[in-house]
């Protein structure tokens, strides 16, 4: 039979890195579930992955704002299972403030947990990517790695820079059977989106239910939210061989806001 594949996908304890991880250990992959959270709390979320995958998940505390964490999650993968052919980088945190009143530290922490983390992880699971010549990067950016927003510099900074990293990857592993790819969404309804409307609602001067109205859903054509199971079903499709060929590029989920 053939080996099963193995994900590493990072921040899944929550939203969209939950609804990705679940659908791959649907798929019959094992799975590296990533989280700040105790084994207690993480438990949780992995059962609602449900029983009846054929490979439970398995759950790493890692927390991403610290480098050796990072690289330390990658080692701790690759040393329980031998291999990643699977790295969803999606761990990713947002702090709204206008840019002269960000503390420097929140910037610091969105780049390190989003953006040094998906190079520090992209880094350790290459190699043996390159041996076995297969290998998936996904990176969930965001429509905000390719548009701005005002309030949101750290956020915007790191997912524009996220999509460059990930066309270099793949242009350097492009013969190698490897594929790296940003999955970029639109405003998803997950915990990251629910706590930032209190947040919204005070930068702006309105009220929260105005900025679910006319902040979040009037940049998105469709005017609904975006669900994580369709942001789980394209990194999916991704990981698959039928997608050999798509690799350096942005693929939007996000209501036709980035057609304006
Ligand atoms: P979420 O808050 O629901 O989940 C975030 C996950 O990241 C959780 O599992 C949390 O444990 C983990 N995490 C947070 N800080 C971490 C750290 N320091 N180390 C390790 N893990 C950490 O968020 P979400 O909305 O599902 O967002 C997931 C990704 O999708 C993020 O990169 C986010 O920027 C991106 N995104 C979200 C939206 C949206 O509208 N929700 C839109 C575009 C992009």
């Known amino acids: 039979p053939k080996e099963p594949k193995v994900a590493l996908v990072t921040g899944s304890t929550s939203g969209i890195g939950l609804a990705i991880a679940r659908r791959y250990a649907e798929a019959g992959y094992r799975v590296a579930v990533n989280g700040i959270e105790t084994p207690e709390k993480a438990a949780k979320a992995l059962a609602t992955i449900g029983g009846d995958t054929p490979h439970a998940p398995s759950y790493f505390a890692a927390n991403l704002a610290d480098s050796a964490e990072s690289t330390g999650l990658a080692s701790s993968v690759l040393e329980r299972f031998g291999r990643i052919d699977v790295l969803v980088n999606n761990a990713g945190i947002q702090?709204?403030?206008?840019?002269?009143?960000?503390?420097?530290?929140?910037?610091q922490r969105i780049v390190a947990v989003s953006l040094d983390s998906a190079f520090l992880t992209i880094?350790?699971?290459?190699?043996?990517?390159?041996?076995?010549?297969?290998g998936r990067i996904i990176?969930?950016?965001?429509?905000?790695?390719?548009?701005?927003?005002p309030f949101k510099s750290a956020y915007v900074a790191t997912k524009h820079a996220v999509v460059g990293l990930t066309k270099?990857?793949?242009?350097?592993?492009?013969?190698?059977?490897?594929?790296?790819?940003a999955i970029c969404p639109g405003y998803v309804w997950t915990?990251?989106?629910?706590?930032?409307?209190a947040d919204q609602a005070r930068v702006h001067g309105m009220s929260e239910e105005d900025v679910i109205k006319k902040?979040?859903?009037?940049?998105?054509?469709?005017?609904?939210?975006?669900?994580?199971?369709?942001?789980?079903?394209?990194?999916?499709?991704?990981?698959?061989e039928m997608a050999r060929s798509i690799t350096g590029t942005t693929i939007s989920i996000d209501g036709g806001w980035t057609a304006k």
């Open 95 to 107: 702090k709204v403030a206008p840019v002269d009143e960000l503390d420097p530290l929140d910037f």
């Open 123 to 134: 880094r350790a699971a290459l190699p043996g990517m390159k041996e076995r010549g297969f």
């Open 139 to 149: 990176n969930i950016a965001s429509a905000h790695g390719l548009r701005a927003s």
């Open 168 to 181: 270099t990857v793949a242009l350097e592993v492009a013969e190698q059977g490897i594929t790296c790819n």
């Open 191 to 197: 915990p990251l989106v629910a706590a930032q409307v």
């Open 215 to 240: 902040v979040m859903l009037a940049p998105q054509p469709t005017r609904r939210f975006v669900q994580p199971e369709e942001i789980a079903e394209m990194a999916f499709y991704l990981a698959g």
